[in-house]
């Protein structure tokens, strides 16, 4: 029988019952190589909440609304099915949705909080482990808000974002890649169209 591993990273930190949250995964066997997996995540019923199926190297995301019953994330190999329980959902808590994509000049961040009794919330980008954004996020008018970040001030490289409450604990964080789309003006030839292993290749 194969060995398959399943790691599960809710976006943020933490997933909360009744809030929509992104959850990435990781799929390997038991020499650590990656795998190329199809599942879904099912209730303590047996109800389909979600499905997914991994891109590149085993890696990819699915979305799906978590209650505090344990949910399982299923797989099938070679007609067996492989059962792995999801991260136990808080009862209360924030969660974040950050979009890196859409944009080249800005990172758009979304805040979805239950339970959490702060009206405000201190969200700080953080690059090379030095201050570059700090934003007061006021959310007296619900518990959903959205706003944005200019990526055009930060270093290219990897910023976290992090969401603090008032007493400077952090809620959520999340790493972010950023860049601002520029291309060097390189031109790469190689010796050779195709190699063999540990060959030695040649670049002009």
Do not use: W
């Not at 799906?64 to 059962?83: C, F, M, T, W």
């Not at 758009?108 to 201050?131: Q, Y």
């Not at 789309?181 to 040649?202: A, C, F, H, M, Q």
Request: aromatic share 6%; with cysteine; glycine share 10%.
């Amino acid at each position: 029988d194969k060995v398959i591993n399943m790691r599960f990273y809710p976006e943020g930190g933490n997933l909360v019952a009744g809030l929509n949250s992104r959850v990435a995964f990781e799929a390997t066997d038991e020499n650590g190589t990656p795998m190329n997996v199809t599942g879904k995540v099912v209730s303590k019923s047996g109800a389909t909440l979600a499905e997914f199926k991994s891109g590149h190297e085993g890696r990819g995301t699915f979305d799906y609304r978590p209650s505090l019953e344990q949910a399982k994330a299923q797989v099938e190999i070679d007609g067996k099915v492989h059962s792995f329980e999801l991260p136990k959902a808080q009862e209360r808590g924030m969660v974040i949705r950050v979009d890196n994509l859409s944009s080249n000049d800005s990172i758009s961040i979304k805040l979805n909080k239950k339970g959490v009794n702060d009206k405000i919330i201190a969200s700080a980008v953080i690059c090379g482990g030095i201050l570059s954004s700090y934003t007061i996020v006021g959310m007296e008018q619900g518990d959903s808000i959205e706003y944005k970040v200019n990526k055009r001030r930060l270093p290219a490289g990897v910023a976290r974002i992090v969401l603090a409450d008032a007493e400077g604990k952090i809620i959520a964080d999340r790493l972010a890649f950023t860049h601002f789309g520029k291309r060097s003006s390189i031109n790469v030839t190689t010796d050779k169209k195709s190699y063999e292993p540990n060959d030695l290749v040649k670049l002009n």
